[in-house]
Nanobody
Framework: QVQLVESGGALVQAGGSLRLSCVAS????????MAWYRQAPGKERESVAV???????NYADSVKGRFSISRDNAKNTVYLQMNSLKPEDTAVYYC????????WGQGTQVTVSS
């Protein structure tokens, strides 16, 4: 069974930066595709960034050039570096692991004040 634990969410002013972390239990992390999603109040959950097992990345248009996803297989951890934050980035951010099936974390709140 895989468990994902996100951390790093906070209240930050517009223009600021945050780094989210997601630690996975188990032994499949290095073979898994990892992703960050977010869900704002009243909106559907949306994909923010994805990183494959070999390090290929993909981003939502709304975060390109501002967010960066990375992974450390030795630490079973995926990161989301978020720069130039905007109020519209406010959401609960979720980590997802995909390997034969999907696993989700509980989420971490990011609030960007104007």
């Amino acid at each position: 069974q895989v468990q994902l634990v996100e951390s790093g969410g906070a209240l930050v002013q517009a223009g600021g930066s945050l780094r989210l972390s997601c630690v996975a239990s188990g032994s499949i992390f290095s073979r898994a595709t990892m992703a960050w999603y977010r869900q704002a109040p009243g909106k559907e959950r949306e994909s923010v960034a994805v990183i494959s097992s070999v390090g290929s990345t993909n981003y939502a248009d709304s975060v390109k050039g501002r967010f960066s996803i990375s992974r450390d297989n030795a630490k079973n951890t995926v990161y989301l570096q978020m720069n130039s934050l905007k109020p519209e980035d406010t959401a609960v951010y979720y980590c997802k692991l995909v390997f034969l099936r999907e696993y989700w974390g509980q989420g971490t709140q990011v609030t960007v004040s104007s």
